[in-house]
């Protein structure tokens, strides 16, 4: 299995809901990654998961939530958004240093909110 | 504070023809080079790596990193209308704990039939 599985595909969410995004790889990988895609922008790292543990949060507003539950999952929790929080969601798995296979991406889950 | 710089054309090319794509690096001490190709709306996808300095050749696709120059480029040899895309240039620090990469802004390829 060489893929990192991302749930659900597209969501739409009013701003007092509370959703969750979910991504999942088998590939033995220990550094998992949340990153958030505006169009036509780059990629924008959100979290770093290493070995379970959150080693990177790069000043993300407390909406979002980022949860660890074993190495094979990564979940983020979503709260009280802003229509400006509208974007592509992407979950990235690596071998602990990125080491001489960079990242792999999900297929990403399209938020919209409302 | 690192940067990565790419041009974000769009740069049109015509079908069989040689795209070179092009990235800098502002920090020396970027020890892994990634390209990823990202079709419009759907997620980046991982088609070249490069750690060393010189050619690395993949199919159609050649990867060219120059250290001193802080430099890396993307060569696509006989491109195809399929290869329109947006191509992101990475840089990685090495280095135990070092896993964040630092993206360019993306160059659009377009490939005319």
């Known amino acids: 299995d060489t893929e990192v599985t991302q749930t659900p595909k597209h969501l739409v969410m009013g701003m007092t809901n509370k959703k969750s995004l979910k991504c999942e790889q088998h590939?033995?990988?220990?550094?998992m990654y949340w990153y958030k895609q505006k169009a036509k922008k780059p990629p924008e790292l959100m979290f770093v998961y290493s070995y379970e543990k959150l080693s990177i949060n790069e000043s993300v507003p407390s909406r979002f939530s980022p949860e660890c539950p074993n190495s094979s999952l990564l979940n983020l929790h979503l709260h009280a958004l802003q229509p400006e929080d509208s974007a592509l969601y992407l979950c990235?798995?690596?071998?602990?240093?990125?080491?001489?296979?960079?990242?792999?991406f999900g297929s990403g889950t399209r938020l919209t909110v409302v | 504070q690192k940067e990565v710089e790419q041009n974000s054309g769009p740069l049109s090319v015509p079908e069989g023809a040689i795209a070179s794509l092009n990235c800098t690096y502002s920090d020396r001490v970027s020890q892994s080079f990634f390209w990823y190709r990202q079709y419009s709306g759907k997620s980046p996808e991982l088609i070249m790596s490069i750690y060393s300095n010189g050619d690395k050749e993949d199919g159609r696709f050649t990867a060219q990193l120059n250290k001193a120059s802080q430099y890396v480029s993307l060569l696509i040899r006989d491109s195809q209308p399929s290869d329109s895309a947006t191509y992101l240039c990475a840089v990685k620090d090495s280095g135990a704990g070092s896993y964040q990469l630092t993206f360019g802004k993306g160059t659009k390829l377009s490939v005319i039939p």
């Open positions: 590939m033995g990988h220990r550094a």
């Open positions: 990235a798995s690596s071998h602990r240093d990125g080491g001489s296979y960079g990242y792999t």
